[in-house]
């Protein structure tokens, strides 16, 4: 299993390209994030999205799952500056189930990761995902160059079955 996981880590440090559409080239399907909660929340005086306490973000919670399969994939968690992105984006993030990868990439947005501290273990509450996760990572997520996203995903087991599979 740690060999397994180093090739996941591997695999996403070189990926230059959106979660989304790596997942979707390993599993050879469409993703969609099924959405757990989408919800404004106020920010607190010490976050990693550089904006001023009392702000409103929004928190975003979601499994990436196979359309066909339903296979989950990533449960991630997601806090953004909706300010900080365009109309068009903001407006499919609040409507549709496509995941945030995908409606980046099609807005040609210039995207850059920047690695923070690993998240925090799964709630217990998260039921089969505890026990699915096999790494975890979290990073800040430039929007042309502003700080627009802090994104933490678990990497549940079938993505190693994908990259096996490949």
Do not use: C
């Amino acid at each position: 299993m740690r060999s397994e996981s180093s090739e996941l880590q591997r695999i996403l440090l070189d990926n230059p390209d959106t979660l989304t559409h790596l997942l979707e080239t390993l599993t050879g399907e469409l993703l969609v994030a099924d959405l757990i909660r989408q919800s404004p929340m106020s920010t607190s005086a010490h976050n990693n999205l550089v904006v001023a306490a009392g702000e409103t973000i929004i928190h975003r919670a979601a499994v990436l799952k196979g359309f066909t399969t339903e296979r989950h994939y990533v449960y991630a968690e997601s806090l953004f500056v909706p300010q900080r992105l365009p109309e068009e984006v903001r407006s499919r993030l609040e409507r549709t189930n496509e995941p945030i990868g995908r409606v980046l990439s099609d807005h040609r947005a210039k995207l850059e990761r920047q690695p923070l501290a690993q998240p925090e273990q799964l709630a217990a509450d998260f039921g089969d995902y505890t026990s699915e996760v096999v790494w975890s990572r979290t990073y800040r997520l430039l929007v042309d160059g502003a700080p627009t996203f802090v994104i933490s995903e678990w990497f549940l087991r079938a993505v190693l079955e994908a990259i096996q599979g490949r």
